[in-house]
C-alpha cells in the first residue's frame, strides 16, 4: 500500500466583502434566468435587501417581463416605488392602492408613476407594487414574475391568497427578524404542514425543498462592532460580517459630558459600539417611570452633546432624525415619546414591529425583560431583540434593571414541542443570553 502524505493548505483568504456580496447577487439574477418556480434570499439586518429587490425587478423589466411585487405595508411599497423609480425612471411603474390611500411625497416625486384602485388600469405597466392585503382582493389577473419583499414577515395564509396571481417568484426577507402575529388564537393549526401563521417562505420551503436558497454574506447597516455579537446570537449557522473594518466608522461628540452616568454611557456607546445602561434590580409596572424617563434622557443628552458620524460614507451631523428609541409594547413607547419633551422633537419613538427595516446612526433600546417578574413567549421572542439591536449603523445603547440573566435562569423556555413544527434556532433565552454577555463588558451602572 502506498503511503499518502497529507499537505497542510494555507487558510482561504477572505474575500473583499464588496466581493462576496456582488458573487451571491450575481447568483440569484442567474437563478431567475433559470427554470425554477421560485428563489429564495436570507438577508441578515442592513445587507442591502432592499437593493437586491430593485436591482431583480429592474433586471426582469429589462427582459421583458411584467412583474408584481409584493410588500408588507404601505411604508414599504412607497419606498420601493422610490428606490425604483429613482435608480430605472425607464421602468413603467403601477402603484395599487387602497380607496382611502393618499399618495405619499416619495410617490409624489416621481409624476410617472400611476396611482390606481384596480389592476386593470395598470395593465401597461411593466411593474406594479402593492402590499399583500391589497393583492389579495384581486379576482382577476396574472404576472409572469412575482418579488415578495420581506417574506418572512407574510403569514403563509396570504401566500396562498395571492399564489394564484404569478407563476415564479423571487422571496427576500430576513429570517432572523420577527415573525408575523395574530391577535387570536393559532393552537388549532400548530403543527400542520399549512398552518397560516408559519412565514410564507417556511412553508414554501416546506412544500419545495429543492427550491434554490442564497444567503446575503455582509451587513452594510451594521458596524464591525455589532456584526459579531448580532450574527453570533441572532445567525449562528448563517453568520455574516460587517461591510467596514473596526475603526473605520466613529462617533464623535462636540461638546464635552458633565461626568453624568448619562455622558458615561454615551461616552462607552461612542468608543465601543455598545453601552449598557443599568438601573437597580426592580419589579416594575410595565412602563417603569425610572427606565422611560433614562431611556428619553440619553436620547437627549445624546443631540445636545453634537455628535458627529465619521463612516465610508463621509462625516455629518446626527441629527433628531437619525435617533431612534425601541421599545416592546405601545404603552411604553407612549410614555417615552411623553417624556422626551421638545427636546426631544424629531426623534423616533416606536415599538420592534414598526422599526423593522429601518436604519439609523444611534438607537436607544429599553429591554423587553427590563424590571419583569417572569420571562413570557412575547418578551423571548428571539426577533423582538434581534430587530431592536440591528438598527444603528454607529451605537446602540441598552437600557435595562439589573437581574435580567437572573430572571432567564429562574425561567427557561417552556413552549410545548408539536410534531411537525419546526424548531426555531436560536431560541429568544439563549439570544438573550448571548447579547447579554457581550452587553455587561460594556456596563455602566445608574447613580
Known amino acids: 500500500m502506498t503511503e499518502r502524505h497529507l499537505v497542510a493548505l494555507p487558510p482561504e483568504r477572505p474575500r473583499d466583502p464588496s466581493e462576496a456580496a456582488t458573487r451571491v447577487v450575481e447568483d440569484v439574477l442567474a437563478d431567475l434566468d433559470g427554470a425554477h418556480r421560485g428563489v429564495v434570499v436570507d438577508s441578515p439586518p442592513g445587507a442591502g435587501k ?21 410588500a408588507q405595508t404601505n411604508e414599504q411599497v412607497d419606498d420601493l416605488i422610490d428606490r425604483i423609480a429613482g435608480r430605472h425612471p425607464e421602468v413603467t411603474l403601477g402603484r395599487l392602492s387602497a380607496s382611502g390611500y393618499v399618495p405619499s411625497e416619495r410617490v409624489l416625486a416621481h409624476p410617472a408613476v ?41 403569514r403563509s395564509d396570504l401566500l396562498l391568497r395571492i399564489a394564484g396571481r404569478f407563476e ?5 426577507g430576513d429570517p432572523g427578524q420577527l415573525d408575523p402575529f395574530s391577535t387570536v388564537e393559532v393552537e388549532r393549526w400548530a403543527g400542520l404542514s399549512w398552518d397560516p401563521m408559519r412565514s410564507a417562505v417556511s412553508v414554501l420551503l416546506a412544500h419545495n425543498p429543492e427550491l434554490p436558497v442564497h444567503r446575503l454574506p455582509v451587513s452594510w447597516r451594521l458596524p464591525a462592532s455589532a456584526a459579531p ?10 453568520g455574516f460580517r460587517a461591510g467596514t473594518r473596526e475603526g473605520e466608522r466613529r462617533l464623535e461628540f462636540q461638546a464635552r459630558g458633565m461626568g453624568t452616568t448619562y455622558d458615561l454611557a454615551l461616552e462607552e456607546a461612542a468608543a465601543t459600539g455598545w453601552a ?7 419589579h416594575t409596572l410595565r412602563t417603569d417611570a425610572e427606565a422611560v424617563r433614562a431611556t428619553a434622557a440619553l436620547a437627549v443628552r445624546l443631540l445636545q452633546r453634537g455628535p458627529v458620524a465619521h463612516s465610508e460614507q463621509g462625516s455629518a451631523p446626527v441629527g433628531a432624525d437619525r435617533v431612534a428609541i425601541g421599545a416592546a409594547h405601545r404603552d411604553q413607547v407612549t410614555a417615552i415619546r411623553a417624556a422626551l419633551g421638545p427636546h426631544g422633537a424629531g426623534i423616533t419613538v416606536d415599538t420592534a414591529n414598526r422599526l423593522q427595516g429601518r436604519e439609523y446612526d444611534v438607537t436607544v433600546v429599553l429591554h423587553p425583560l427590563s424590571g419583569r417578574r417572569d420571562a413570557t413567549a412575547f418578551h423571548l421572542e428571539s426577533g423582538r431583540l434581534c430587530v431592536l439591536a440591528s438598527r444603528h449603523r454607529h451605537a446602540c445603547v441598552v437600557v435595562a434593571r439589573a437581574g435580567i440573566p437572573e430572571l432567564l435562569d429562574a425561567h427557561p423556555s417552556t413552549e ?32
Open 168 to 172: 415564479r417568484a423571487l422571496f427576500v
Open 416 to 447: 410545548p414541542v408539536r410534531l411537525g413544527v419546526p424548531v426555531k434556532f436560536p431560541d429568544g433565552w439563549e439570544a438573550n443570553q448571548s447579547v447579554l454577555a457581550h452587553l455587561a463588558r460594556h456596563r455602566v451602572q445608574a447613580d
Open 50 to 70: 432592499s437593493t437586491l429587490v430593485v436591482r431583480a425587478a429592474a433586471h426582469l423589466a429589462a427582459a421583458g417581463e411584467r412583474l408584481m411585487i409584493v
Open 276 to 282: 449598557l445602561y443599568e438601573l437597580p434590580a426592580r
Open 114 to 154: 400611476r396611482v390606481a384602485q384596480k389592476a386593470d388600469d395598470l395593465a401597461e405597466h411593466t411593474v406594479v407594487i402593492a402590499t399583500g392585503a391589497k393583492w389579495a382582493t384581486l379576482a382577476e389577473g396574472s404576472w409572469p414574475w412575482a418579488i415578495v419583499d420581506e417574506a418572512y414577515q407574510m
Open 229 to 238: 455579537v448580532v450574527s453570533d446570537a441572532f445567525y449562528p449557522f448563517t
